[in-house]
């Protein structure tokens, strides 16, 4: 049997079928990553800045395919008003509260506009409370962040009572509590430059993003090359059993002798 199996014939069909196992799983697992990272979300169309009251209102929240866009405000910051975010790393998407307990603050300053509106913005991010960077700079400034809309007071474990002037969260109904005197527009800007430049560490805030199809077609053709592969192992499979029953027909030796190919009989005795 190993002969037979070690034959050229079929020696060159198991480097074949090997060949295409390879490569038909190959191909199918390619197919298969193309079909897992159509899913992924996708960096969504990034306008061009607009005034943040085109998007936000009083007492409205912000839509939600706003949420990330660019924006831009001009106006004057209210320093006796800064607010820290306790417990917060310089990542917006980051967790915050318990999971980030001690790593730091977001500086949170009301910036009020020309029509008296309040926009929160995340100024930039600081070790500690201390920090020369927690300074308001005086004077009109111009903003240009991203959108943001307002966090849910249970959005973080809170880690216990905060002092006075520290907040967990940047909650629109909490800061409307806080600031008694501002009409408040929902959401918040998270900056990322600002005129005069603001020494706070800039928050990391993400590109708005949009949700992938799942493209069910690669799938299939994955599956596909798979079957294609199986199909390859039981082709292989006959073609070597075919083989193998051939070879025990072959006779292993010379035919024995019928009567009639004998030689003559000996003599009979008297």
Not at 14 to 33: M, N
Not at 71 to 81: E, M, Q
Request: glycine content about 10%.
């Amino acid at each position: 049997m190993l002969r037979t199996l070690l034959s050229p014939r079929l020696v060159a069909l198991h480097l074949l079928v090997i060949g295409v196992l390879v490569s038909f799983t190959f191909l199918g697992r390619w197919q298969l990553g193309v079909f897992e990272s159509s899913g992924a979300p996708r960096r969504a169309p990034d306008p061009a800045p607009v005034a943040v009251t085109h998007l936000t209102q009083v007492g409205r929240y912000v839509a939600v395919d706003d949420v990330g866009r660019r924006v831009t405000a001009t106006g004057v910051y209210d320093a006796a008003n800064q607010l820290l975010v306790a417990d917060r790393v310089a990542d917006v998407a980051a967790p915050g509260g318990r999971a980030a307990r001690g790593d730091g603050f977001w500086l949170l300053t009301p910036l009020r506009l020309a029509d008296g509106t309040v926009v929160p913005v995340v100024r930039g991010w600081v070790r500690s409370a201390g920090d020369p960077a927690t300074a308001v700079p005086e004077g009109t400034v111009t903003v240009t962040g991203r959108l943001r809309h307002a966090e849910q007071t249970g959005d973080v474990q809170r880690t216990g009572l905060l002092p006075r002037g520290q907040v967990a969260t940047v909650s629109t109904a909490e800061l409307i509590n806080m600031w008694p005197d501002a009409r408040v527009r929902d959401g918040f800007v998270v900056a990322t430059t600002q005129e005069p430049p603001s020494r706070a560490t800039p928050v990391a805030v993400p590109a708005p993003t949009i949700g992938g199809g799942l493209t069910w077609r690669n799938l299939a053709y994955a599956l596909q090359w798979w079957v294609f592969a199986l199909f390859a192992v039981y082709m292989w499979f006959h073609f070597v059993r075919d083989a193998l029953r051939g070879r025990r027909q072959e006779p292993s030796g010379p035919e024995s002798k019928g009567p009639e190919s004998a030689g003559p009989a000996a003599p009979a005795e008297a």
